[in-house]
């Protein structure tokens, strides 16, 4: 309560003697000298007091004469706004000369009841000026009037009133309340230098907060940036090589990612003129709800082409309001979008409109989906600039942070207010809130002509797109090798398919979590994805492929905007075998992935015979290794029943017939039943050549019942008949 109490008096100190456009320091000086003068007014009272009671008219004399100068300077310091020090300083220098002359009165340094002490005051306050040469002016003043004193004192005479014990008690009285003065001035100025060394470390704090926003801005603009120009360089040397056959389509694709980039260039202006307070605001009279109908038919495709249902739920048909129609398509756009983007395959997404149940003069456009929602630590930074939700899952990461950061601000311009809600597990609401008023002009809404007709043309595209890539079948028994491409960007997809389809047999997943499930059932024999995707990134899905021993033998390139050395680190330790930034190089992509399936390749030298393995220094081996090992142990277990074979092995071991076809394929360059026929001769080598079984015995050992069979593919094996390796 003390330190409130303090602190209050504090801020209607410094309201009080304030004034527009005074500095910090300035401020600071005259707080420092106001209250320094209050105490010495209350000290200078207090001794005044005393001595009318000891009889000491000397002393009250002495007393009414610094409060004469005391007092006035408390009452015109509010009101001074420059040379303060100077005014000051007069003030100090005649208090000195003042007491000089009293102590000369009083005879002298020893019977003066202490007030030599008050120069000393003086001289500390004099620190307030922060101006070295007055202060050494008013010491070189003090100095000379003790000197001078102490010169006159065999002259002078005390005065008889003033005995001993009321000279001693002045002297303590003076003495004391000096020294409550120097330590209120110590306090005061480690008070100081405390708040200076608070002020340097919020501004060095700011400054760094300030750093490292630009450091993320940039980050997300250049991480925008690069996915485009990966498919526009790209395109355009498609184009450059075959422009018979790509043309036309390159020409598109570059002309729709230049446009993106435009987009996130005009949104950055946006933002700037806005702040600025230069964005012009073009208000009509014009039905929002026919522009929200028409806004919202035009994301029905997006939402048909993930299979989520968009639906319009107006309160009203028709509605004519003053607001300006190209600000209110951003808006609206922004919304639709995300909520389309955040929400899964088969969900919902609902745009609703009426006059609000409280307040008539209040029109509310929301915007609400059953897709992922925004965790509840972030919902109140998600319209600030730049701000992006860092999650383990990627899928909040897409975008700068411009996008709710300019609807918030066009709202805003309108008058309006925008609300975010994000019920733990329902989804998504942002709800626009816009007055209602019918003051502007009458304006056609001319720029609805035509828009259905484009809009309708748009859906058949994706249409015969979706019909298209969903009667593409592949074979999985294919020579090519399979690479399973997973990138949620169609135009990236469509330039990866352009640059890699003569190479391999490819399968396209959109997000981490097609992309498990396809790796689970094609079992590729590589993997080429991005790193931030919707409902499962890439790193999480690199995590549970590389723990799965269906697919932890997959070589996996991660492909990413994020091309940042913490990033590439954060990728490799989770068991990526490549890292490549976009833009990339063509080259250099079709060699890694050929090389890291040459490196596999390897793996199948290892496995190739039947001996111990070696100890593996490298992680994923190792876990290859396990694999293999548990493999023979299940083979061994059951190596005299010869009806035990790939059915019973893929039973023991948890994986599909195909699963387990296609790694095998790939780490022994044989089929299961080729491997274990060729493990059930190495184990009946080493029988013959180790124990004293027969030919026949051996043969039943390991699994043959058809001792002829036995031979026969012993033969072929080993290059002799079994007898002979026994003899």
């Given at each position: 309560m003390r330190k409130s109490s303090v602190d209050g008096f504090k801020a209607w100190a410094a309201k009080a003697i304030s004034f527009p456009g005074i500095d910090e320091s300035m401020l600071t000086m005259k707080l420092n000298i106001w209250f320094a003068s209050m105490g010495s007014a209350f000290a200078i009272s207090a001794m005044t007091l005393l001595g009318y009671l000891l009889d000491l008219p000397v002393i009250v004399n002495y007393g009414f004469a610094l409060l004469s100068l005391t007092f006035p300077a408390l009452i015109i310091l509010p009101f001074l706004r420059k040379n303060i020090d100077r005014f000051f300083f007069s003030i100090q220098f005649t208090l000195i000369w003042v007491t000089f002359y009293f102590m000369i009165i009083m005879g002298g340094l020893l019977t003066s009841a202490g007030l030599l002490f008050s120069g000393?005051?003086?001289?500390?306050?004099?620190?307030?000026?922060?101006?070295?040469?007055?202060?050494?002016?008013?010491?070189?003043?003090?100095?000379?009037?003790?000197?001078?004193?102490?010169?006159?004192?065999?002259r002078l005479s005390p005065l008889p009133e003033m005995t001993s014990q009321k000279n001693l008690l002045f002297f303590t009285v003076n003495f004391s309340w000096q020294a409550g003065y120097t330590l209120l001035l110590i306090l005061n100025n480690i008070s100081q230098k405390k708040k200076l060394a608070d002020s340097k470390q919020a501004e060095t704090l700011r400054l760094k907060e300030l750093d490292e926003t630009k450091t993320k801005l940039f980050t997300n603009i250049t991480h925008e940036f690069r996915t485009p120009l990966t498919i526009i360089l790209g395109m355009a040397r498609l184009i450059k090589e075959k422009p018979a056959e790509w043309i036309d389509e390159g020409t598109e694709k570059i002309r729709k990612n230049a446009q993106n980039l435009l987009h996130l260039v005009n949104q950055m202006l946006d933002l700037s003129k806005l702040e600025a307070g230069a964005m012009p605001l073009h208000l009509f009279q014009q039905d929002i709800i026919l522009q929200l109908r028409y806004l919202c038919?035009?994301?029905?495709?997006?939402?048909?082409?993930?299979?989520?249902?968009?639906?319009?739920?107006?309160?009203?048909?028709?509605?004519?309001?003053?607001?300006?129609?190209?600000?209110?398509?951003h808006i609206v756009t922004n919304l639709l979008s995300n909520a389309i983007k955040f929400t899964k395959e088969g969900g919902l997404v609902q745009l609703t409109t009426g006059l609000s149940s409280q307040k008539n003069d209040e029109f509310f456009i929301r915007v609400q989906d059953n897709g992922s929602g925004i965790p509840e630590e972030h919902l109140p930074h998600i319209f600030e600039r730049f701000y992006r939700i860092e999650e383990d899952s990627a899928q909040y990461e897409n975008g700068t942070g411009l996008g709710l950061a300019l609807t918030k601000e066009l709202v805003k311009l309108m008058n309006g207010n925008i609300i975010a809600e994000s019920p733990p597990g329902e989804g998504s609401v942002f709800t626009v809130l816009l007055p209602v008023s019918n003051n502007a002009l009458m304006k056609e809404m001319n720029w609805l002509s035509g828009f259905k007709d484009e809009i309708n043309s748009h859906r058949q595209e994706i249409h015969a797109?979706?019909?298209?890539?969903?009667?593409?079948?592949?074979?999985?028994?294919?020579?090519?090798?399979?690479?399973?491409?997973?990138?949620?960007?169609p135009d990236l997809v469509d330039y990866l398919t352009a640059?890699?389809?003569?190479?391999?047999?490819?399968?396209?997943?959109?997000?981490?979590?097609?992309?498990?499930?396809?790796?689970?059932?094609?079992?590729?024999?590589?993997?080429?994805?991005?790193?931030?995707?919707?409902?499962?990134?890439?790193?999480?899905?690199?995590?549970?492929?590389?723990?799965?021993?269906?697919?932890?033998?997959?070589?996996?390139?991660?492909?990413?905007?994020?091309?940042?050395?913490?990033?590439?680190?954060?990728?490799?330790?989770?068991?990526?075998d490549a890292y490549m930034a976009k833009p990339f190089n063509e080259e250099e992509l079709r060699i890694r992935l050929r090389k890291l399936i040459e490196l596999r390749n390897l793996l199948r030298l290892r496995y190739a015979t039947m001996e111990s393995l070696p100890v593996a220094e490298n992680k994923a081996i190792a876990a290859e290794d396990h694999f293999i090992t548990r493999v023979r142990g299940i083979m061994e277990a059951n190596l005299d029943n010869d009806q035990f074979g790939i059915h019973e092995l893929c039973s023991e071991i948890g994986m599909s017939r195909a699963q387990l076809y296609r790694k095998f394929k790939t780490l022994t360059d044989r089929t299961v039943n080729e491997y274990l026929l060729n493990f059930r001769l190495f184990k009946a080598k080493e029988l013959?050549?180790?124990?004293?079984?027969?030919?026949?015995?051996?043969?039943?050992?390991?699994?043959?019942?058809?001792?002829?069979?036995?031979?026969?593919?012993?033969?072929?094996?080993?290059?002799?008949?079994?007898?002979?390796?026994?003899?």
């Open positions: 000393i005051s003086v001289l500390f306050m004099s620190t307030s000026y922060q101006n070295n040469r007055l202060t050494v002016i008013l010491f070189v003043t003090y100095l000379t009037t003790l000197i001078t004193t102490a010169l006159l004192q065999p038919e035009s994301f029905s495709s997006m939402a048909l082409s993930k299979n989520i249902r968009l639906i319009f739920k107006p309160e009203m048909e028709h509605l004519l309001l003053d607001y300006d129609a190209d600000k209110m398509m797109k979706i019909k298209s890539e969903s009667s593409e079948l592949y074979d999985v028994e294919t020579e090519r090798p399979i690479l399973l491409i997973v990138e949620d960007s640059i890699l389809k003569k190479d391999y047999h490819l399968e396209i997943a959109s997000n981490g979590n097609e992309g498990l499930r396809k790796a689970m059932e094609y079992i590729p024999d590589i993997i080429l994805s991005d790193v931030m995707m919707p409902e499962m990134d890439g790193i999480a899905m690199l995590e549970k492929l590389k723990a799965d021993q269906r697919t932890s033998h997959i070589p996996i390139v991660m492909l990413t905007a994020k091309a940042d050395i913490a990033s590439r680190l954060t990728g490799l330790e989770r068991g990526a013959l050549i180790k124990t004293d079984l027969n030919v026949s015995e051996v043969a039943f050992e390991v699994g043959f019942k058809n001792l002829s069979h036995f031979s026969r593919a012993f033969r072929e094996e080993f290059g002799q008949n079994p007898s002979s390796l026994r003899k």
